[in-house]
DNA sequence: CTCGATGCAAAGGTTTTGCACCAGG
DNA sequence: CCTGGTGCAAAACCTTTGCATCGAG
């Protein structure tokens, strides 16, 4: 099934009038294969490569992400500190809890946020993209 | 009035225990002066060597960010790319409401995200630092 | 064939670290 | 004095960019 979602990435970047390549094959295979582990562009270059006979360069990593995003596809969030994370999009939308000590990140239903998204955008004309942020704090063995 | 501020960061830093020296009173003096500025680390060490005869390096400032966070007297908050906002701690809390397109930079109060700290304390056993990240998301310039 | 994508290398921006010297307490 | 703080230099870290070559369509 990870291929049925890899392929899905693959048709839709071609129906966006991107090429598809090897590496951008490997590329969306990792993606759909570790779709829940937080990956990051370097984590995301290390399995592309493990699934791919000739080297990746990172570059192309970073390019491809943007492609996906282009398309729609794909999204970034920043937590804290460290690098961006990465998400397929027509994933089950969620936020993330960041253990500023640990970086332990625990993922929170986006309805949680609704209200608060809700009442942001009409008292200050601001829309949260609230598939690109991170809320900091500590976990439960970092408190205090 | 910006003085007083920046003697009780002095003072709190020498009741912490560590080094009142030239480059910080100019790095505690800049940042009293600047508090609303959304400073960053280069900001303040342009602020602060503006102030200072001598030449301070940008290290020190990290290393002087480093001493007033400790003391608990300084916060840092990542906004979605760029470089970390710095805030003193006895500031009014606010957040930031960041627009990923233009970089524009809202304050809101804090109470309005106190129900979700709360709800999400007990559901997860996380503390949500609500000093310490950005809600990302787009400016109603760049809506869409 | 043509233009987009690639690997490689280098650079950019922010933050951190090693080190010898200086100065606060 | 003695230890912590400083400037300087270099590196680490994540990300972006320039460029000649390769290959998808």
């Given at each position: 099934m990870a291929d049925v979602a890899a392929g899905a990435l693959i048709e839709a970047l071609r129906a966006d009038?991107?090429?598809?390549?090897?590496?951008?094959?490997?590329?969306?295979?990792?993606?759909a294969a570790h779709h829940d582990d937080h990956l990051t562009a370097s984590t995301l270059?290390?399995?592309?490569?493990?699934r791919s006979v000739a080297r990746?360069?990172?570059?192309?990593?970073?390019?491809?992400?943007d492609a996906l995003e282009q398309a729609g596809l794909l999204h970034h969030v920043h937590l804290g500190h460290g690098p961006a994370v990465l998400h397929l999009s027509d994933h089950v939308q969620h936020h993330h809890l960041t253990c500023e000590v640990c970086?332990?990140?625990?993922?929170?239903?986006?309805?949680?946020?609704e209200e608060l998204t809700q009442s942001v955008a009409e008292r200050h004309g601001f829309t949260i993209d609230s598939g690109h942020f991170a809320l900091?704090?500590?976990?439960?063995?970092?408190?205090?």
């Open positions: 009038g991107f090429r598809v390549t090897a590496p951008r094959r490997a590329i969306c295979e990792a993606l270059h290390a399995a592309a490569e493990h990746i360069d990172i570059s192309t990593v970073y390019r491809t992400i970086g332990l990140t625990i993922d929170i239903g986006i309805g949680e946020l900091i704090g500590r976990c439960r063995a970092h408190e205090g």
